[in-house]
């Protein structure tokens, strides 16, 4: 009622129930199949994925009023790879409290409100660079800024991978430093090339998009790590004598978001540019 039409659409457009339906069966498999992993029918479960997504994308491709308009990855490069390192970003942050919660308390044997402080240190570096990185975005290409906050965060698990029984705690929060900068970095300059690179009338899509990249990291990221926890540790308990198992299960966690952040920080730098309006001179205005 007070923002006027400007973020309207010029014409009504009918809802796309049919593909809605799709998505939804898809998104519903999708979780069932990851968090169950590896289980037969979780692996059913993501068969059936697999194929809801991919009719999916043939409905929405030849429907003239889609609910997500699929050329919009074939045509902006900028666009998907800004997606699909949003994704991977994710996929490989969302779960490192609980590996390194695991970590800190049983293998360190820090509280839990201890190690809750030092996880904060991710948190609290984040804080202070997600709002200069926004504004920097705007004079400077978010290409940029987001590639080097990928760096930045790939250093971070770079230094994890080599947690040991005795790494010190300052050694842990400085490398969940860099990934805090680096994804503050990242966050926002990544969100502004995404929405700078659709028409006007698609930035509700391309918002939405954004949140299912989002969701869809954290998912595949969590889900991952319960499959390394339970073909490395099993349904036991976590004792002394577990410790080693869990010490290597937290290494290959490392390692596992260190590869999908080295694959964003390629995608981040090869996604193109945002094409802003040429400055007008003063002496020619």
Same mark, same amino acid.
């Given at each position: 009622?007070?923002?006027?039409?400007?973020?309207?659409?010029?014409?009504?457009?009918?809802?796309?129930?049919?593909?809605?339906?799709?998505?939804?069966?898809?998104?519903?498999?999708?979780?069932?199949?990851?968090?169950?992993?590896?289980?037969?029918?979780?692996?059913?479960?993501?068969? #059936? +994925?697999?194929?809801?997504?991919?009719?999916? $994308?043939?409905? =929405? !491709?030849?429907?003239?009023?889609? %609910?997500?308009? &699929?050329?919009?990855?074939?045509?902006?490069?900028?666009?998907?790879?800004?997606?699909?390192?949003?994704?991977?970003?994710?996929?490989?942050?969302?779960?490192?409290?609980?590996?390194?919660?695991?970590?800190?308390?049983?293998?360190?044997? #820090? +509280?839990?409100?201890?190690?809750?402080?030092? $996880?904060?240190? =991710? !948190?609290?570096?984040?804080?202070? %660079?997600?709002? &200069?990185?926004?504004?920097?975005?705007?004079?400077?290409?978010?290409?940029?800024?987001?590639?080097?906050?990928?760096?930045?965060?790939?250093?971070?698990?770079?230094?994890?991978?080599?947690?040991?029984?005795?790494?010190?705690?300052?050694?842990? +929060?400085?490398?969940?430093?860099?990934?805090? $900068?680096?994804?503050?970095?990242?966050?926002?300059?990544?969100?502004?090339?995404?929405?700078?690179?659709?028409?006007?009338?698609?930035?509700?899509?391309?918002?939405?998009?954004?949140?299912?990249?989002?969701?869809?990291?954290?998912?595949?990221?969590?889900?991952?790590?319960?499959?390394?926890?339970?073909?490395?540790?099993?349904?036991?308990?976590?004792?002394?004598?577990?410790?080693?198992?869990?010490?290597?299960?937290?290494?290959?966690?490392?390692?596992?978001?260190?590869?999908?952040?080295?694959?964003?920080?390629?995608?981040?730098?090869?996604?193109?540019?945002?094409?802003?309006?040429?400055?007008?001179?003063?002496?020619?205005?």
């Amino acid at each position: 009622f007070f923002l006027h039409s400007e973020w309207r659409k010029d014409k009504h457009s009918n809802f796309d129930w049919v593909g809605t339906l799709i998505f939804a069966g898809w998104t519903l498999s999708l979780v069932v199949g990851l968090t169950g992993l590896p289980q037969w029918p979780s692996i059913a479960a993501l068969l #059936l +994925s697999c194929g809801l997504l991919i009719l999916f $994308i043939k409905h =929405q !491709a030849g429907n003239p009023e889609p %609910l997500i308009r &699929i050329q919009l990855f074939r045509e902006s490069r900028l666009f998907s790879f800004s997606l699909a390192s949003a994704s991977l970003m994710y996929g490989a942050t969302y779960p490192l409290n609980f590996v390194l919660s695991l970590y800190l308390q049983y293998i360190r044997g #820090l +509280s839990p409100l201890e190690s809750g402080q030092l $996880i904060m240190v =991710q !948190a609290f570096a984040m804080a202070l %660079l997600a709002p &200069i990185a926004g504004k920097l975005s705007d004079r400077i290409q978010p290409r940029i800024i987001s590639t080097v906050g990928c760096s930045s965060v790939a250093i971070g698990f770079f230094m994890l991978c080599q947690l040991g029984f005795n790494t010190s705690t300052t050694y842990v +929060s400085t490398s969940l430093f860099f990934i805090g $900068i680096g994804f503050g970095l990242f966050s926002a300059p990544n969100h502004n090339a995404v929405m700078s690179s659709v028409p006007s009338d698609e930035v509700g899509v391309a918002s939405a998009t954004i949140s299912l990249a989002r969701v869809c990291g954290n998912l595949v990221g969590i889900s991952l790590i319960n499959l390394l926890v339970h073909l490395l540790l099993g349904n036991n308990q976590i004792a002394p004598e577990l410790y080693e198992q869990l010490l290597i299960m937290i290494r290959y966690a490392m390692i596992l978001a260190s590869i999908f952040v080295v694959t964003a920080v390629l995608l981040s730098g090869s996604r193109g540019t945002i094409k802003r309006p040429a400055k007008i001179d003063s002496h020619t205005r």
